[in-house]
């Protein structure tokens, strides 16, 4: 029996050493140095108007049912709200909401139709401004997979909302670019 105290006794003891050596997680934090109710400072936004820019990004998201559009700001000059930041080489978002199973049944946030056909009048107005073919889902997914819309130059209506407490550009309207 005294072979399995011993026993016992080697697995509850560590030696010292294990012990006052720092783990790497403990290392790596010990070496790092900043203060976060010191340095946040909220992303600067664009102060609402319209600007110009060009669709660099479009993709499909299947689990939203929606069309993202990544724009990005170019000839406007002009700085975002902290001062510094410059307008152009910024990149604003825009999502096409396409009608899903089930919108037929449910009507829109304003009551006076159903969501299906909310969705399909705002892609009918996006494309008249945009002047871009999303008539069918055949021709949006031929446009996505052969990128013909990457380089459309528009004009966007920027705004400032707020969402949880928090402040984020959107774009209100988007139309064909009145510069090119």
Known sequence: MAKKKDVVEEQDSYPEEELDEPTDNEASLGDLD?????EFKPDPLIIKGTYHGVATGIKFEPSKYCIVWDFCLHDNG???????????????YYRNWLPKPGDEEELSKSGRTTKR?????????????LEVDMSTPTKIATALSE????GTEADLEVDIDEWKGRFRNVVNRISKSSMY
């Open 34 to 38: 900043f203060d976060v109710d010191d």
């Open 78 to 92: 002009g700085v975002m709200s902290d001062g510094v930041t410059l307008v152009d080489g910024a990149h604003v």
């Open 117 to 129: 056909q909310s969705k399909i009048n705002m892609l009918m107005d996006f494309q008249s401004n």
């Open 147 to 150: 990128h013909h819309w990457i």
